[in-house]
């Protein structure tokens, strides 16, 4: 998979399914072709992935935030041969390592103030995309994809409203958790 097939992907359907094991079935069975499991576990991450692939989904996995799965070199090698697509991160070592690997990356970025703004603008560069958070923030979105940034919304975004927004000031794609839109 390259970054160039992911961001095709996207272009054909710019909604990704973010999930945990309680909408994975939603996930799997719409029309969504991304997938970002927010909640993946050691125990069933090697299930999932290839339950993923086999309805031809792009899946990534939030490695932050696996249960069981190390946030290092080994969790990385694990999850590529379990078959991932990618992960997404807050952290650039993570980042830098699964690039290291060939697995598509998305750095996790949380736009709290200005401070924060300025800390992304130093941080951006090794990820394929970046998600900014919370996505119902156009300004700060048009910010980072006016500089050549490819950047996904995720957080807070709720209504088809929301959605059209983010796409609107330059996003890629909209990670949601929301069902409702995931097929719109």
Not at 42 to 57: C, P, Y
Not at 136 to 146: L, Q
Request: hydrophobic share 45%; net charge negative.
């Amino acid at each position: 998979m390259t970054k160039c097939d992911l961001v095709n992907a996207l272009e054909r359907n710019p909604i990704i399914a973010a999930v945990r094991d309680d909408g994975w079935n939603d996930a799997i069975s719409s029309q969504v072709e991304v997938i970002f499991y927010l909640k993946a576990n050691l125990i069933t991450i090697k299930e999932k992935i290839s339950e993923a692939l086999r309805n031809n989904k792009i899946i990534f996995v939030h490695l932050d935030l696996a249960d069981g799965i190390g946030k290092d070199r080994t969790g990385i090698d694990f999850l590529a041969k379990c078959g991932v697509s990618g992960i997404i991160s807050t952290r650039n070592q993570l980042i830098n390592y699964a690039k290291d690997k060939g697995l598509l990356t998305v750095q996790r970025f949380f736009a709290l103030d200005s401070q924060g703004l300025s800390n992304i603008r130093e941080i951006v560069g090794s990820a394929d995309l970046i998600e900014i958070m919370p996505g119902v923030v156009p300004k700060v979105i048009e910010h980072f994809t006016n500089n050549g940034a490819d950047v996904i919304a995720g957080g807070l975004i709720e209504t088809k409203d929301e959605v059209m927004t983010a796409l609107r000031a330059g996003t890629v794609a909209v990670s949601t958790g929301k069902t409702t839109l995931w097929d719109m």
